[in-house]
């Protein structure tokens, strides 16, 4: 066993707590010890619902473990039906509790229930959260239509709509950015033509599940959540799948081709309202040609996120890969496209050490990744989750569709240009009108500014004048200087290759030449 600090999914249950939070009209009812109610905090503190998620826990405690906690399952059960009248139950275990083999599934299938039971096998010590989310969500989708599928052989029932619709299925409570982005999508197929039938599992009911077989097709806009429902559907109801995810404006030019494709529709593209193409093409852009960039989180998010900086920005991938292995198949494609090895890991301090010996000049990743890079001095922008309050403003900020990319564009851009800024000001430091003792032009008349002799070093990448752990290396004032003049964002990895240079041979004292020599040695 590997202890963690950090993780990038919770177990199962705390993904079939966000499909129960996500919609109306269900209740879950968690056999789980006391403590593990610590869930309710995801979606309140961080998603910041004005509710806490609909769930009953069991709470058993120690004591409890020497006589029939199956007997405490069963009023827990009648209790929260009681009280909370749900349109369904959905009942599963967390992974303490999967210990005891209570079964509490079964044992509400059999108490004779006023309401429908869908059970959840939550393989809490194989699998992870998004696991458990898209494994609720096919249960309750397959529990409640199973009655409805058509018999074997039988052709697909023909739909009498006015008009072609879909299901937009996927977007559940904690994804990132799932509230936007199916406003976005909806607007866009609105403006096709395409009604939605019914969006789940966010604010859906399971009457509107019962719905799902009257769309035309169904839009699988996040595989790990929507990805088994899909499939399930697919095979009983005959109904297309659409998979093309629309994040980037290339990949929604390509599902919008998709959608009329599929309903038989006509539609051209419009993309007028994406700025991100005309900028990449613009002279402005040229600073951010080829600028490195690591890419990590969920299969989703690191697909798109790659495919835009490649195609759309024209910055070099130099390495991506997913905490999720369920989904480890299509990042490793992915990456092999772009002639890369995929780093399929859920270990945060493997990522660190790849983006460390990878010296990327852009993060683009989770909340694991931002802290990363901000202790290696690196600019980066949250692509995924897990995520931060931050990363779930208030404010109508879409990752898919055409504002979706003009977002993105805002998000990764940024942190580059500030950065070229903060490199022209360290650059000009030791400048008479630019140094941190200079007075403000406007204020001239004040008094002439004098030079500093010392100028303020505020640098928190690094201290100058650490010594390296293999050898007592120190910096020459003048050397510190040069130093600086790097650009931030590459600037550790050419202090590290100086010292590295300097002990090979056998230099204790590095000077501006020393400086240069290293780079001379390392650019062969």
């Known amino acids: 066993m590997e202890l963690s600090l950090w993780t990038y999914e919770g177990p199962p249950h705390v993904g079939a707590i966000r499909i129960a939070n996500s919609m109306r009209g269900v209740h879950l009812l968690l056999h789980a010890p006391q403590g593990d109610s610590y869930a309710d905090l995801l979606f309140t503190m961080i998603e910041r ?4 998620p609909p769930v009953t826990y069991t709470t058993f405690q120690a004591r409890d ?5 199956a007997e405490l399952v069963l009023k827990s059960i ?3 039906v009681e009280r909370h009248q749900p349109q369904v139950l959905l009942v599963g275990d967390s992974c303490t509790a999967e210990l005891i083999q209570d079964q509490p599934g079964s044992l509400a299938t059999s108490s004779g229930l006023s309401v429908p039971v869908v059970p959840v096998e939550m393989l809490a010590y194989s699998r992870k959260e998004n696991w458990g989310a898209g494994e609720t969500f096919y249960s309750l989708v397959r529990g409640l239509l199973q009655s409805r599928v058509p018999a074997p052989g039988s052709e697909a029932p023909k739909h009498e709509n006015e008009q072609p619709c879909v299901n937009l299925l996927g977007p559940s409570s904690l994804g990132f950015r799932c509230r936007d982005d199916v406003r976005e999508i909806t607007q866009l197929l609105t403006e096709m033509g395409v009604r939605v039938n019914v969006c789940a599992p966010l604010n859906a009911t399971p009457h509107d599940l019962l719905r799902l077989p009257e769309a035309d097709a169904n839009v699988c806009l996040y595989p790990e959540i929507a990805g088994p429902a899909c499939d399930w559907l697919q095979r009983n109801f005959k109904q297309p799948m659409i998979k093309t995810v629309p994040i980037g404006v290339g990949a929604t030019r390509e599902f919008v081709a998709e959608v009329a494709q599929t309903l038989g529709i006509a539609h051209v593209p419009d993309t007028t309202e994406s700025r991100l193409p005309w900028y990449s093409r613009s002279v402005d852009s040229t600073y951010l040609t080829g600028k490195r960039v690591f890419v990590f989180g969920d299969a ?30 299509s990042v490793r494609t992915a990456a092999k496209e772009l002639g ?53 403003p208030a404010r109508y900020s879409p990752q898919m569709g055409y504002e979706g ?10 942190p580059l240009m500030m950065g070229l800024e ?36 505020n640098d928190a990448s690094h201290d100058m004048t650490t010594e390296d752990a293999n050898a007592q290396l120190t910096w020459d004032l003048n050397a510190e200087r040069e130093l600086r003049k790097i650009p931030f964002f590459v600037r550790g990895k050419a202090k590290r290759n100086t010292e590295r240079f300097a002990a090979d ?15 001379a040695h390392f650019s062969r």
């Open 78 to 80: 009648h209790a929260a």
């Open 505 to 519: 041979n056998g230099v204790n004292v590095i000077k501006v030449d020393t400086l240069y020599e290293a780079k």
């Open 422 to 457: 903060e490199h022209l000001l360290a650059m000009f430091r030791d400048d008479f009108e630019f140094n941190d003792g200079a007075q403000p032009s406007h204020l001239a008349a004040e008094g002439v500014a004098t030079r500093s002799e010392e100028p303020a070093v």
């Open 405 to 414: 990319a003009n977002v993105i564009f805002d998000s990764w851009v940024h």
């Open 65 to 69: 473990l020497g006589s029939d906690t």
């Open 300 to 329: 989703t998010h690191t697909i798109a996120a790659a495919r835009i900086a490649h195609e759309e920005l024209a910055f070099e991938v130099v390495g991506m890969g997913t905490y999720s292995r369920e989904q480890a198949r």
């Open 49 to 52: 619902d004005n509710h806490r």
């Open 340 to 392: 890369l090895e995929a780093l399929i890991s859920d270990d945060y301090l493997e990522v660190e050490r790849v983006i460390s010996e990878l010296q990327p000049e852009l993060v683009l990743g989770t909340q694991m990744e931002r802290h990363i890079a901000k202790r290696l001095g690196v600019p980066c922008a949250v692509i995924s989750t897990p995520a931060h309050v931050q990363d779930y």
